[in-house]
């Protein structure tokens, strides 16, 4: 992010994707953290 960018309630945050990155599939688990927030984790049913 960059440095005094605001984000708000609802704004989604993109990325890119890395190299030898595959798609995701049922039973895996994505994970996502933002300093002074709790952890989030969601499993792909």
Do not use: Q
């Amino acid at each position: 992010m960059p440095t005094g960018a605001t984000v708000a309630p609802g704004d989604i945050i993109y990325s890119g994707t890395p190299e030898n990155v595959g798609p995701v599939v049922k039973e895996d688990v994505m994970e996502g953290h933002i300093d002074g927030l709790p952890n989030i984790s969601v499993k792909v049913v």
